[in-house]
């Protein structure tokens, strides 16, 4: 069973920048796809960000396109979410989860991070 750990969470002003991290254990990290999800108060789960097992190809939600960049390194089992010009509509829990990419880009995957705070003041 894999475990998912995310990292870099707070309070950021509008505009500002944050930078998430996911690192993964227990499973075969670089075989699988990693995605970025969010949920904020009242609303359901969405889809933010995939990438695929190499890192050759990544996807994203039309509302953060542009402003968001995934990364991934294989050799740290470790999957980055760098989020540029932030605005208050991106405050949410994020969470990071390993599936295949058609999976993830479904909203769907086995396995799930606990989750990290993004708050963004306008």
């Known amino acids: 069973q894999v475990q998912l750990v995310e990292s870099g969470g707070g309070l950021v002003q509008a505009g500002g920048s944050l930078r998430l991290s996911c690192a993964a254990s227990?499973?075969?990290?670089?075989?699988?796809?990693m995605g970025w999800f969010r949920q904020a108060p009242g609303k359901e789960r969405e889809f933010v960000a995939a990438i695929d097992s190499s890192g050759s190809s990544s996807y994203y939600a039309d509302s953060v396109k542009g402003r968001f960049t995934l990364s991934r390194s294989n050799a740290k089992n470790t999957v980055y979410l760098q989020m540029n010009s932030l605005k208050p509509e991106d405050t949410a829990v994020y969470y990071c989860a390993l599936d295949a990419t058609s999976r993830l880009r479904l909203g769907v995957a086995n396995n799930w991070g606990q989750g990290t705070q993004v708050t963004v003041s306008s």
């Open positions: 227990g499973r075969t990290f670089s075989s699988y796809a």
